[in-house]
């Protein structure tokens, strides 16, 4: 990773912050997209005080404000000419019924809509490097998904905040995998994988409503400690996401074990209803932002 640049959302806490630091580790240069100024700024200390030979800067990024980030992506491109790996990694979780800037449910329009409208404002500096890579956290929630709820992505007829967070992980893993095909097909050399890391012990839960925040309660809490893992570990999925050259692309990677584990490559097997919801997730997606998120005209301009 020595001189590579790599762009990570949400990196001031839990997983992204380990991603952070093992980056640092590596001697990439991080860039830290994050809301609050003043914990990024702490954090950022912090890490260049544990390793003197870190190479970190900081950027405020709103990904509940399609304006921030639009900014966020200008002073990116503005100090760099190519980035070689994007995390888009941060996340919020059942969070009270609320909307985002631009008026979309919290949760989807944050973990998937912000990180669609990032990577497409990032593609370009993605594609300037010759093997660049693009890793979308997902989590095993993705799975509590109702039959029928993605017709529902905005949460406009019933919120649910568990089942609002479930979509929208699963939003992550199939933009991942429908973002590597069009790549593929588009003859980049470019990848997208997902990353599961698993069951974090990680303060993320704090942000649920108190009627849902079961894993804060004491025994709950033991269980917790019991089969998660901490987030040195839990960053390793996505990690490896980024660096295993064996990597075609639309794979996800999870830990081994329910929980836990070292990370394992697993190609995703998707239902027909899953196929069909690629395609559609892509096109509402860019009717959502307003948008028209052209990879392969990327990939040309590229060149």
Same mark, same amino acid.
């Given at each position: 990773?020595?001189?590579?640049?790599?762009?990570?959302?949400?990196?001031?806490?839990?997983?992204?912050?380990?991603?952070?630091?093992?980056?640092?580790?590596?001697?990439?240069?991080?860039?830290?997209?994050?809301?609050?100024?003043?914990?990024?700024?702490?954090?950022?200390?912090?890490?260049?005080?544990?390793?003197?030979?870190?190479?970190?800067?900081?950027?405020?990024?709103?990904?509940?404000?399609?304006?921030?980030? +639009?900014?966020?992506?200008?002073?990116?491109?503005?100090?760099?000419?190519?980035?070689?790996?994007?995390?888009?990694?941060?996340?919020?979780?059942?969070?009270?019924?609320?909307?985002?800037?631009?008026?979309?449910?919290?949760?989807?329009?944050?973990?998937?809509?912000?990180?669609?409208?990032?990577?497409?404002?990032?593609?370009?500096?993605?594609?300037?490097?010759?093997?660049?890579?693009?890793?979308?956290?997902?989590?095993?929630?993705?799975?509590?998904?109702?039959?029928?709820?993605?017709?529902?992505?905005?949460?406009?007829?019933?919120?649910?905040?568990?089942?609002?967070?479930?979509?929208?992980?699963?939003?992550?893993?199939?933009?991942?995998?429908?973002?590597?095909?069009?790549?593929?097909?588009?003859?980049?050399?470019?990848?997208?994988?997902?990353?599961?890391?698993?069951?974090?012990?990680?303060?993320?839960?704090?942000?649920?409503?108190?009627?849902?925040?079961?894993?804060?309660?004491?025994?709950?809490?033991?269980?917790?400690?019991?089969?998660?893992?901490?987030?040195?570990?839990?960053?390793?999925?996505?990690?490896?996401?980024?660096?295993?050259?064996?990597?075609?692309?639309?794979?996800?990677?999870?830990?081994?074990?329910?929980?836990?584990?070292?990370?394992?490559?697993?190609?995703?097997?998707?239902?027909?209803?899953?196929? +069909?919801?690629?395609?559609?997730?892509?096109?509402? +997606?860019?009717?959502?932002?307003?948008?028209?998120?052209?990879?392969?005209?990327?990939?040309?301009?590229?060149?």
């Amino acid at each position: 990773m020595t001189g590579r640049v790599a762009v990570v959302t949400g990196g001031t806490s839990g997983v992204g912050l380990a991603t952070v630091r093992e980056l640092c580790r590596h001697r990439a240069h991080v860039i830290i997209g994050s809301r609050d100024a003043t914990v990024a700024t702490r954090v950022k200390a912090q890490v260049e005080q544990e390793l003197p030979e870190a190479s970190i800067e900081y950027q405020q990024l709103d990904l509940a404000s399609k304006a921030s980030i +639009s900014d966020f992506a200008v002073q990116v491109g503005a100090r760099h000419a190519a980035i070689d790996v994007l995390f888009n990694n941060a996340g919020v979780l059942a969070t009270p019924q609320s909307t985002t800037e631009d008026g979309f449910e919290l949760q989807y329009g944050t973990n998937h809509l912000g990180h669609f409208y990032l990577t497409y404002r990032l593609l370009p500096l993605v594609l300037q490097k010759e093997h660049g890579r693009i890793a979308n956290t997902t989590s095993s929630a993705r799975r509590l998904v109702r039959a029928g709820s993605v017709a529902d992505r905005h949460s406009r007829l019933r919120y649910d905040p568990w089942q609002a967070y479930a979509i929208s992980k699963k939003a992550n893993l199939l933009f991942a995998i429908e973002l590597n095909r069009r790549l593929v097909a588009a003859g980049a050399t470019a990848r997208v994988s997902a990353a599961d890391p698993g069951f974090a012990r990680t303060k993320m839960q704090a942000t649920a409503p108190s009627r849902h925040r079961w894993l804060t309660r004491p025994v709950s809490k033991a269980i917790v400690q019991l089969i998660g893992h901490s987030p040195a570990n839990a960053a390793l999925p996505q990690l490896r996401a980024t660096t295993d050259a064996d990597d075609a692309g639309g794979i996800l990677y999870r830990p081994r074990f329910f929980s836990s584990g070292p990370p394992v490559a697993k190609e995703v097997r998707l239902s027909d209803e899953d196929e +069909s919801e690629l395609v559609d997730l892509w096109h509402d +997606s860019e009717r959502d932002l307003g948008i028209t998120f052209d990879v392969e005209a990327m990939v040309a301009a590229s060149r």
